[in-house]
């Protein structure tokens, strides 16, 4: 099976780079490598097409948009996914392939651990593990990690038109996963680790907004109550 791989990006001219060397650099190579311009002013699609991935462009602002647009057109039976300031380690496609092809998943995801922070907790992925096995643990399934994820293109066509377009109202990634559980087989793949940019985590406005949205997703679908609460 042929593995595509969907880089969503908005501005990301200065990180994109060592994104795309880590795919170039796999064990496997995937068979193309689709970088979706979300309106980037700066040069981004430059630099992606000096790595040689196909760019394509997206006009609607949002990351549900792009991942769609890169989803909608991989040409491969397997769609994997990774953001712009995302590094995969060597042999992250030749896992991706067991995971689905040899080991009958449908979707596969892993966690991650951010570099640019403290030296105690930048090479850690705990945190990431024990917030989906957490949610495993309450809802018997998994939700996703956008940012290191594939699934099979059977799967992708199955949700695509149910997905919240929404990223105010949802997180996107949570959202897709959600959706899987009635059609698709998830794995939490833990040795499928990615190092990714510190910025989602450096601020206290970060953590708030994401874990209003996580409740927001939760929410929209009915799977917690908060009758007290307006989100």
Not at 54 to 69: D, H, L, M, P, Y
Not at 209 to 227: A, G, N, V
Request: net charge positive; with cysteine; glycine share 4%.
């Amino acid at each position: 099976m042929k593995i595509s791989v969907v880089v969503p990006a908005y501005n990301e001219e200065k990180l994109i780079g060592k994104c795309l060397e880590s795919l170039q650099n796999q064990t496997e190579k995937p068979f193309e490598i689709i970088v979706v311009d979300n309106n980037s002013i700066d040069k981004t699609a430059a630099v992606a097409k000096k790595f040689g991935a196909r760019v394509i462009e997206e006009k609607e602002q949002g990351i549900s948009f792009a991942r769609n647009a890169g989803f909608n057109v991989a040409k491969s039976d397997i769609i994997a996914r990774i953001d712009a300031d995302t590094i995969a380690p060597v042999d992250w496609i030749e896992k991706i392939r067991k995971d689905i092809e040899v080991d009958g998943y449908d979707v596969v995801f892993g966690p991650a651990y951010y570099i640019n922070l403290p030296k105690q907790i930048q090479v850690s992925h705990i945190p990431s593990v024990i917030f989906f096995e957490t949610i495993n643990a309450l809802w018997k399934n998994h939700m996703l990690l956008g940012l290191n994820m594939a699934l099979t293109r059977t799967a992708w066509r199955k949700v695509r038109k149910d997905v919240c377009m929404d990223n105010k109202l949802v997180h996107e990634d949570l959202d897709i996963g959600i959706h899987l559980w009635k059609y698709a087989k998830i794995k939490f793949d833990k040795s499928l680790r990615v190092k990714s940019s510190s910025r989602r985590v450096k601020s206290m406005y970060w953590d708030i907004e994401y874990t209003h949205r996580l409740f927001k997703t939760l929410k929209s679908h009915d799977l917690i109550h908060l009758p007290h609460f307006h989100i």
